[in-house]
């Protein structure tokens, strides 16, 4: 397998700490391709991050029917709307102002580092020769950046192409919690149909296993499927589950007992396509999630729960994820032992979550997606938790599905957290052993105690 991969020894010059730190990656997307989509070169990142500068400037209606024209693959249609709303205009502007961001900084230093600093032009050349062998240039993305291994969130993955030593899956729970599907979305943007396809298709595929078309016609069934498809999925190699409702609900997860999740299941599966009842919905996602984080602590496996901000598209409220709506979930008694990992650093809420991992033992926390959001927050946010919190409670981690941003956000989680340790050095706020142990638990061991993974 060739490779044209920076060695990470002199890609990260200057980081007397963190710099050759083995690290594991919490939570990725390797080996990711949505439904109906074929894993593109890394100018589609652009493409997606100027999703909402698209849709703020075309109206609604087009918006959507772009949307699903290009998801359908109905390519006539998808170009008559481009031209008419001149969509490759917009995309293009909104290329020049995400030019600022720390998004740009990290897609420049993983091309840089896998292709070399060719250009462009150069750049995507080689791109689109190298994704024939993805997963060659995805371990590429992990030997230049000296990563183990990552925790990768996808529907599913082949172990014979993407082995266990060094991709590790991670299942969501979602597609069990809405067996009947989603009430109409009224809001704007494409963001919560799109989840709400995955997670429709992805049950699809788990029912199908189990020798079905539809949900079963009572709760106590379905339960005992999702309880075999999961213990199925995690006997072929899942190590997690995660949860990603608040693009769809609220996160505000309650108590609901078997008799008003009974009820609620009746009354969605005879409900006609398309017919609304948000409340009925929620006690049975509320109920279904109760369910599996129980037999998450008698499989002794983590939960991820997707905290703060979406994607640069409108769909996810933002109110709907704050993680202090979980409150009521985490202090349930006999989920003291279920291990929790609130992901993304939580933004615009991180010190809700730093105060949830304080007072609860089994709350831990990562800051996967932020250094490619926000290097300079990133910094901030790390400082306020590693001074805050016990050794073992915060991880890295990159959410990404492009080896060139895994690679650039890489970079950056280490640049934001050596100076989290230099600045904490030199203030006497640590001693050197102790930044070097911040830097090891950080970057990889945490990670590797909380899966029971090698280290």
Not at 263 to 278: N, S
Not at 394 to 399: F, K, L, N, S, W
Not at 443 to 451: D, F, I, K, S, T
Request: glycine residues 8%; proline residues 5%; negative net charge.
């Amino acid at each position: 397998m060739g490779t044209s991969a920076m060695p990470f020894s002199g890609f990260a010059h200057g980081l007397e700490i963190t710099g050759l730190v083995p690290a594991i990656d919490h939570h990725s997307h390797a080996a990711y391709v949505r439904p109906g989509e074929k894993l593109d070169t890394f100018d589609a990142l652009e493409t997606e991050v100027a999703a909402g500068y698209v849709e703020s400037r075309i109206p609604a209606d087009a918006y959507q029917q772009f949307v699903r024209a290009t998801r359908a693959g109905d390519h006539d249609a998808a170009e008559a709307l481009s031209t008419r709303h001149e969509i490759p205009q917009l995309r293009d502007a909104a290329r020049d102002l995400y030019r600022t961001t720390a998004f740009s900084r990290a897609l420049t230093l993983g091309c840089d580092a896998l292709y070399g600093p060719a250009g462009r032009e150069s750049q995507l050349a080689t791109a689109r020769v190298r994704l024939d062998d993805y997963r060659g240039l995805y371990d590429d993305a992990l030997t230049a950046s000296s990563t183990r291994s990552v925790l990768t969130d996808v529907p599913d993955l082949d172990a014979d192409e993407w082995p266990a030593e060094r991709y590790r899956q991670i299942a969501r729970i979602d597609p069990y919690l809405f067996p009947f599907g989603h009430d109409p979305y009224g809001g704007r943007g494409f963001d919560a149909q799109r989840f709400a396809a995955i997670l429709a298709d992805k049950l699809s595929v788990e029912l199908a296993a189990a020798g079905r078309a539809t949900p079963h016609d009572d709760l106590d069934a379905y339960i005992e499927f999702v309880e075999w498809s999961l213990r199925r999925r995690v006997a072929e190699g899942v190590v997690g589950f995660k949860i990603v409702a608040a693009y769809l609900r609220s996160l505000h997860f309650e108590h609901v007992d078997a008799v008003e999740a009974r009820d609620a299941y009746r009354t969605l599966r005879v409900a006609a396509e398309g017919e609304a009842h948000p409340a009925a919905r929620k006690a049975l996602s509320d109920h279904l999630a109760g369910v599996i984080a129980h037999l998450a602590v008698t499989l002794d496996v983590p939960v991820q729960i997707h905290s703060g901000i979406g994607h640069s598209e409108p769909g996810l409220r933002i109110a709907n994820a704050n993680p202090l709506l979980l409150e009521d979930f985490l202090n349930t008694p006999t989920l003291n032992r279920l291990r929790v990992v609130l992901i993304h650093g939580g933004y615009p809420y991180a010190s809700q979550l730093g105060a949830l991992a304080h007072s609860l033992g089994n709350v831990y926390l990562d800051f996967s997606w932020m250094p490619y959001l926000h290097s300079h927050l990133t910094a901030r946010v790390l400082q306020e938790w590693l001074e805050f919190l016990p050794a073992h409670k915060v991880a890295y981690g990159t959410d990404t599905a492009h080896p060139e941003i895994h690679v650039g956000a890489t970079f950056l989680a280490r640049e934001a957290l050596e100076t989290v340790l230099q600045q904490g050095l030199a203030d006497r706020v640590w001693t050197t052993d102790q930044v070097a142990m911040l830097a090891e638990r950080v970057l990889g061991r945490n990670v590797a105690e909380l899966y029971g993974l090698p280290y």
